[in-house]
């Protein structure tokens, strides 16, 4: 197929390109965090997963509870490797 910029303009071209894209892009978001058992979530105190209470959670602190290791980096909303109590209190009441 020669694709140029007249055949991308017309649509066909395009629609094609879309429908290869849109289904690789929507699973890739849709990887990044698998669901969470919400139950035991939501019951989480912070401090008790703050195991060396320093005032955030780390990824080796999350591991310890499945649930929210599987949260860990979409709830990690600044992106610093750690959540913060304001962090930890979104993820688990908004599940």
Known sequence: M??????FRSGSARTV????LLPLFSGAAMAADPPADTSKL????FS???SNRDG????????A???L?????????DG?????ASEFLSATQSY
Request: glycine content about 4%.
């Open 69 to 77: 290791a599987k949260i860990f980096k979409t709830s990690d909303k």
């Open 48 to 50: 008790a997963v703050d």
């Open 80 to 84: 610093n490797g750690k959540l913060s």
């Open 2 to 7: 020669n694709l140029n910029l007249h055949t």
């Open 56 to 63: 955030s959670i780390d990824s080796k602190e999350a591991a």
């Open 65 to 67: 509870v499945p649930e």
């Open 42 to 45: 939501k019951s989480l105190e």
């Open 17 to 20: 390109l879309m429908g290869i």
